[in-house]
């Protein structure tokens, strides 16, 4: 059984920084990727990010240039570096790990981004 906690959400203005965290109860080294989605209210959950094993990086459209996905082997940490953030960023995130053939997921972090 894996767990995944996020944290690092919070309030933020238009045009600001945050970076969420996600730390994984096993190794990470186990999951063939990582990653966050998001999903606000009234909209489809979607996928913001992803890194697999090899280090391979995906991005949605809207976030390419402002988010950054990381990974510490040795610390079993995910990372979303957030910058230039917008409203329409605003959401729940939520950290994801694949090891066939399950994903998991933790409960999500919440991101505010006022305008």
């Known amino acids: 059984q894996v767990e995944l906690v996020e944290s690092g959400g919070g309030l933020v203005q238009a045009g600001g920084s945050l970076r969420l965290s996600c730390a994984a109860s096993g190794s990470i080294t186990s999951m063939l990727t990582m990653g966050w989605h998001r999903q606000a209210p009234g909209k489809q959950r979607e996928l913001v990010a992803d890194?697999?094993?090899?280090?391979?990086?995906t991005y949605a459209d809207s976030v390419k240039g402002r988010f950054t996905i990381s990974r510490d082997i040795a610390k079993n940490m995910l990372y979303l570096q957030m910058n230039n953030l917008k409203p329409d960023d605003t959401a729940a995130y939520v950290c994801?790990?694949?090891?066939?053939?399950?994903?998991?997921w933790g409960k999500g972090t919440l991101v505010t981004v006022s305008s």
């Open positions: 890194i697999t094993r090899d280090d391979t990086t």
């Open positions: 994801n790990g694949y090891i066939f053939p399950r994903h998991y």
